[in-house]
């Protein structure tokens, strides 16, 4: 369902203690499973890798797609760090290494991202986060007001 996830949460570059880190997995709309953690005194965290026996995959009728949500609590506050789907049911290296380097500031905006499935240059992988990633990481939209298409109609 989930490789292990590590990373740092801050606040304006400071390391954030006591943060609620929230992982959220839904496997084909049946199986799902919830775990959480708190952030150590520099901000690091660690989720162990959830793996699950199913027979869902053997379902004719099953979409094999795993949904992963994964967010901070921090002060009533509630930020997103990981929102994407995972198609099929092999552990992806491309998912794995961001996973495991979920870099975050909180003051960060939250964004719509892209990333490279090395498998097929002609479908990257996306998903929404506040996360940074200085390499293999393309923002493709921003949450604000602008209209892109005004023209268009």
């Known amino acids: 369902?989930?490789?292990?996830?590590?990373?740092?949460?801050?606040l304006k570059g400071k390391p954030v203690e006591g943060a609620v880190i929230i992982r959220n997995l839904k496997f084909a709309h049946r199986v799902e499973k919830e775990d959480q953690v708190l952030t150590a005194a520099d901000g690091s965290f660690f989720m162990p890798e959830v793996v699950i026996d199913s027979k869902i995959p053997g379902d004719m009728f099953s979409h094999e797609v795993t949904y992963?949500?994964?967010t901070v609590?921090?002060?009533s506050s509630e930020y997103e760090l990981w929102?994407?789907?995972?198609?099929g049911i092999e552990e992806r290296n491309e998912y794995k290494e961001k996973l495991n380097s979920l870099i975050a500031d909180l003051s960060s905006q939250n964004v719509d991202f892209i990333f490279t499935n090395h498998s097929n240059k002609?479908?990257?992988?996306?998903?929404s986060t506040i996360c940074r990633w200085k390499n293999d990481f393309e923002i493709y939209e921003n949450e604000d007001d602008t209209d892109y298409f005004k023209?268009?109609?």
């Open 73 to 75: 609590l921090y002060n």
């Open 1 to 10: 369902m989930c490789s292990e996830v590590k990373g740092v949460i801050t």
């Open 122 to 127: 002609n479908l990257n992988f996306y998903g």
């Open 83 to 87: 929102n994407c789907e995972l198609v």
């Open 68 to 70: 992963q949500y994964i």
């Open 151 to 153: 023209d268009f109609r």
